[in-house]
């Protein structure tokens, strides 16, 4: 079984690089894991902005440079996460005084200088992520850049990454977009995009992370959420998935019952997505980590969970073949 060799559209995960102590570099078994199953990578970390500019003016590329080389000799392409996000940000960037056009000059310093690095070598990326807020979407999140440089950050990060990088796709990327909260904050982040298309700002594409679990949002809410981004004629991705099962507590392992669920839900999400983002439109799907005990949930959310396609010991899950059902459209 090979995931990637199920779909028309690439496939991928999410993975460490170096010096995390589970990284893709330093691990056979996840590198068999991507080379069987994936033909897209995207780094968990490595290029958000605190790793490549870790001192004002000083890009730090090696690592993931080290993740996008892995790839190219591997056939798979790189998405990259994420030129400009709140979180993870450099100590320096979020200790900087100001004044507003030196934090305008230090956000497009970045855009350009990353997409350039990598203009031609990363394929799409995460332009701007999370960039409203979940309890009144109709406002933009508060953050160092929305409060320096205004709204139009968003627009001016996309135009500049345009430039560097003319061939990559570019997305706006956000989490409880699928109709987990409602349709406020998808409808928002829409109103947005409809802006940008109209007047020319180059956007190709809506990232809908899709940290879900095993009841919502409602297989119906999922459809039209993507039915309503595919309606702009934009690339869907699903860019972060994973299906948490323990929201409760309940469980001190996965047992085989919500293995089970899991199993199924893992094959309505890809079968959804087959059937409502046309072919030409597809950007992709990429799982946010490999195995169970890689996935940002435990550390997060402070519980166990078991939300990935393979377990702790790098053995497939039934969400695995779920998957694969999805993806073949069975
Ligand atoms: O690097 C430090 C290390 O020096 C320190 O010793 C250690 C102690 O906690 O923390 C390390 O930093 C952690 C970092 O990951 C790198 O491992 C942070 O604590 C931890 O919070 C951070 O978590 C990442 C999270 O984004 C940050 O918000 C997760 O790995 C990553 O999976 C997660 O990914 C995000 C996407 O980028 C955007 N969408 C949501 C998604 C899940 O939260």
């Known amino acids: 079984l090979s995931l990637a060799s199920l779909a028309d559209f690439p496939i991928g995960a999410a993975v460490p690089a170096d010096p995390w102590p589970n990284s893709l570099m330093q691990s056979p078994q996840r590198q068999a894991l991507m080379e069987q199953h994936f033909d897209s990578l995207t780094a968990e970390n490595a290029m958000k902005m605190a790793y490549l500019q870790p001192a004002p003016g000083e890009f730090e590329f090696s690592h993931a440079d080290a993740l996008v080389s892995y790839a190219k000799a591997n056939d798979m392409i790189v998405h990259g996460h994420a030129l400009v996000w709140h979180t993870q940000t450099a100590k320096w960037m979020d200790e900087h005084p100001g004044p507003a056009h030196e934090i305008t000059q230090i956000m497009d310093n970045h855009v350009r200088t990353v997409a350039g690095h990598y203009a031609g070598k990363i394929t799409s990326w995460d332009v701007v992520n999370e960039a409203f807020t979940d309890d009144n979407p109709s406002e933009y999140r508060e953050t160092l850049w929305y409060n320096n440089i205004g709204p139009g950050y968003i627009e001016r990060a996309f135009r500049l ?16 977009i699928s109709g987990m909260i409602g349709p406020a904050k998808l409808d928002r982040v829409l109103e947005m995009i409809d802006d940008f298309l109209a007047r020319g700002v180059p956007i190709h594409g809506l990232g809908f992370q899709m940290h879900i679990d095993t009841e919502k949002p409602s297989l119906e809410d999922i459809r039209e959420s993507f039915a309503k981004a595919v ?30 669920l899991q199993r199924q839900r893992y094959r309505d999400v890809a079968r959804v997505y087959l059937e409502t983002v046309p072919a030409k439109l597809r950007g992709g799907i990429t799982l946010w980590g490999l195995t169970d005990s890689d996935s940002w949930i435990p550390g997060f959310k402070e519980r166990a969970d078991w939300p990935l396609l393979f377990d702790a010991d790098f053995q497939p899950k039934p969400a695995l073949e779920g998957f694969a059902q999805g993806l073949r459209g069975s």
């Open 161 to 176: 990454a345009h430039q560097a990088a003319p061939q990559a796709d570019l997305y706006y990327n956000d989490y409880d």
């Open 231 to 260: 309606a702009r004629g934009i690339k869907v991705r699903i860019s972060e998935l994973d299906i948490a099962v323990n929201q409760s507590e309940q469980y001190q392992h996965l047992t085989p019952e919500v293995a089970q």
